[in-house]
């Protein structure tokens, strides 16, 4: 995997430049604040562009309010008619990396009815588990280019 390319800095577990994206992304054993921050910075360095980061930045901002405002929901439904979640939508095909990445990082969200507005699909065809159906649509992002795969 790729080692990232931004400027050294300290982090809790080491220098910035020294770590790849699948360990920034996937380091459990730290504190859900720090998770975040570097999840966040990751987002804006696999960015390549300031459309790109802006799209992220945006991305952000509504995935941050509609988790927020949608905690409590128990229907399925109501969380995925939030305006927030319909505006992710409404961000098209550039929103699916932003997705699948704080799917993996966050361990879950209820992402699945945007990806499969985004992308036609539905990777979790036949699933019965919400862990079981994250996975595939982790699998199918690695497999469509929108996530990196994750050492073993």
């Known amino acids: 995997m790729k080692v990232l390319d931004f400027p050294d800095r300290e982090t809790p577990w080491g220098l910035a430049s020294e770590r790849t ?12 604040p720090w ?17 790109e980061a802006e799209l ?11 988790e927020r405002e949608t905690r409590a ?21 550039p929103a699916i990396g932003p997705i699948l990445q704080r799917m ?9 009815w945007a990806l499969h507005a985004l992308t036609g699909q539905d990777a979790a065809v036949g699933l ?6 994250r996975n595939a649509w982790l699998r199918w ?4 280019g929108y996530l990196t795969p994750l050492d073993s």
């Open 73 to 93: 929901e128990s229907f399925a439904h109501r969380r995925s008619m939030h305006p927030s979640y319909q505006q992710i939508i409404g961000l098209g095909e």
């Open 21 to 32: 994206a699948g360990e920034y992304v996937s380091f459990s054993a730290i504190s859900t």
């Open 35 to 51: 998770r975040e921050l570097e999840f966040r910075q990751l987002q804006l360095v696999w960015a390549g562009s300031s459309r």
């Open 104 to 112: 993996r990082a966050k361990r879950g969200g209820h992402w699945f």
């Open 141 to 144: 992002g690695v497999d469509h």
């Open 128 to 133: 019965t588990k919400p862990s079981e159906a």
């Open 56 to 66: 992220v930045e945006r991305f952000n901002e509504l995935a941050d309010t509609w």
